[in-house]
Nanobody
Framework: QAQLVQSGGGLVQTGGSLRLSCAAS????????MGWFRQAPGKEREWVATITSGGRAMYAQAVEGRFTISRDNAENTVYLQLNSLKPEDTAVYFC??????????WGQGTQVTVSS
């Protein structure tokens, strides 16, 4: 199973910015989509953003206009730029790859905390 390694995250004040990264360990071919999810304490995991192999980006309404997803296909890496952060963005963020013919791959999660 493909393994994803996340980096970035941390503690930031309201209105601040962070950048998350997620890279596949080893070479993976046929990646369909790369995406981000998040899970706040006591809540279910929710979808945040997805980018297709063709570069089409889609966002949850809660983050539209503030977050930007991008990918580097050569490096099998996906990024999430988080701007204008709000306390309600506090959560553990997970990356996810969907891959043709293989199970989905998830990152280990990284904490984002936004202080008010």
């Amino acid at each position: 199973q493909a393994q994803l390694v996340q980096s970035g995250g941390g503690l930031v004040q309201t209105g601040g910015s962070l950048r998350l990264s997620c890279a596949a360990s080893g070479r993976i071919t046929n990646i369909r989509t790369m995406g981000w999810f998040r899970q706040a304490p006591g809540k279910e995991r929710e979808w945040v953003a997805t980018i297709t192999s063709g570069g089409r980006a889609m966002y949850a309404q809660a983050v539209e206009g503030r977050f930007t997803i991008s990918r580097d296909n050569a490096e099998n890496t996906v990024y999430l730029q988080l701007n204008s952060l709000k306390p309600e963005d506090t959560a553990v963020y997970f990356c996810k790859f969907t891959i043709f013919g293989r199970d989905d791959a998830w990152g280990q999660g990284t904490q984002v905390t936004v202080s008010s």
